[in-house]
Nanobody
Framework: QVQLVESGGGLVQAGGSLRLSCGAS????????MGWFRQAPGKERHFVAA????????YYTDAAKGRFTISRDNDKNTVYLQMNSLKPEDTADYYC????????????????????WGKGTLVTVSS
């Protein structure tokens, strides 16, 4: 059974950093584009960042660009999200996802065809 397990969330002050990790098991990891989504309390889940299967391309929302960095290690079946200069509005549950392809429409990227989701890790940024 495929599992995506996130870790690295926690409480951090504004301006601080966190590094999220997502380990995949029972998944042909290198066959999937990987991404991160987040869901703030009472709001819908939104795309944050994605990386192509071969690590050639990375994509970010405007909110993440310049502060977050997505990376992957195909040997370790792990995807990461380095988050710097965190703001209170970054507070959310962060979910890892394995998807089939990445699209860019109206200059807005998104990971599509998500086959698997992790259960999330909570990031809380205090002001």
């Amino acid at each position: 059974q495929v599992q995506l397990v996130e870790s690295g969330g926690g409480l951090v002050q504004a301006g601080g950093s966190l590094r999220l990790s997502c380990g995949a098991s029972e998944l042909t990891f290198s066959n999937y584009a990987m991404g991160w989504f987040r869901q703030a309390p009472g709001k819908e889940r939104h795309f944050v960042a994605a990386i192509t299967r071969g690590r050639a391309g990375t994509y970010y929302t405007d909110a993440a660009k310049g502060r977050f960095t997505i990376s992957r290690d195909n040997d370790k079946n792990t995807v990461y999200l380095q988050m710097n200069s965190l703001k209170p509005e970054d507070t959310a549950d962060y979910y890892c996802a394995a998807g089939r392809y990445i699209t860019v429409q109206d200059m807005t990227p998104k990971l599509n065809g998500v086959d698997y989701w992790g259960k999330g890790t909570l990031v809380t940024v205090s002001s």
